[in-house]
């Protein structure tokens, strides 16, 4: 099977910069994305890596080790907007085919 | 507008009834996805289609059942066997049937918050 692990709760202050980790067991990994929801809404794709390394989108940033199976999301300059909870999914073989399994969820608290 | 539109917003039922939640998108996607979430929690796979008429079983399958018919239609009916049905129900679609790369990038429908009474 597999499953992901990733911190419950983050608190920052708007400017700082905060990390999100993300931790996974899976069989046959394919790629480690990242999506944003707010309250009530629905996710939104932030960011995808298949490969170790740093993607950076504007000032959204996410890292992956796939020997240590493990990547991060970096949010830099916050701001009270991204208060939101934070998810990462990995693409793993399961009966022949990819499925996305979805971590528990991070959830961020920006302060002014 | 392209996208992903998911109907009712909420819906309320009652024990023992059966209830459908429609899941639409024209994106020309091949795969769509249809998910729970309760509250605090992640997102869980209920079913997955990669192609029309052909759909599997997710982790939490049991209680429900999708037909997919049609490229852009996706619908879920939560049965009466579903023993704890309120939660939020999220249908997703993706370029690719995943394991393809950037074309595994889920598009979200706004949701269908599910009661039972």
């Known amino acids: 099977g597999q499953s992901l692990e990733q911190p419950s709760e983050v608190t920052a202050v708007e400017g700082a910069i905060v990390q999100i980790n993300c931790t996974y067991q899976?069989?046959?990994?394919?790629?480690l994305s990242w999506y944003q929801q707010h309250d009530g809404g629905a996710p939104t794709f932030l960011s995808y890596?298949?490969?170790?390394g740093l993607e950076e989108t504007g000032r959204f940033s996410s890292f992956l080790s796939r020997s240590d199976s493990y990547g991060y999301l970096l949010l830099q300059e916050l701001q009270m907007k991204d208060s939101a909870s934070y998810f990462c999914?990995?693409?793993?073989?399961?009966?022949?085919?990819?499925?996305?399994?979805f971590g528990r969820g991070t959830s961020l608290i920006v302060h002014p | 507008d392209g996208g992903i539109t998911q109907s009712p917003k909420y819906l309320f039922r009652k024990e023992g009834q059966n209830v459908t939640l429609s899941c639409e998108q024209n994106?020309?996607?091949?795969?769509m996805y249809w998910y729970r979430q309760d509250p605090g929690q992640g997102l869980r796979l209920i079913y997955y289609?990669?192609?029309?008429?052909?759909?599997q079983k997710g982790d939490i399958a049991e209680g429900y059942s999708v037909s997919r018919e049609k490229k852009e239609s996706f619908p879920l009916t939560v049965t009466s066997a579903q023993k704890n049905p309120t939660a939020f129900y999220l249908c997703?679609?993706?370029?690719?049937?995943?394991?393809?790369?950037?074309?595994?990038?889920?598009?979200f429908g706004p949701g269908t918050r599910l009661t039972v009474l």
């Open positions: 999914a990995v693409w793993g073989l399961s009966g022949g085919s990819y499925i996305p399994t």
């Open positions: 994106l020309n996607h091949d795969a």
């Open positions: 997703a679609s993706s370029i690719g049937p995943g394991g393809a790369g950037d074309t595994d990038t889920q598009y």
């Open positions: 899976t069989s046959g990994f394919y790629g």
């Open positions: 289609s990669q192609i029309v008429n052909d759909f």
């Open positions: 890596n298949a490969l170790d």
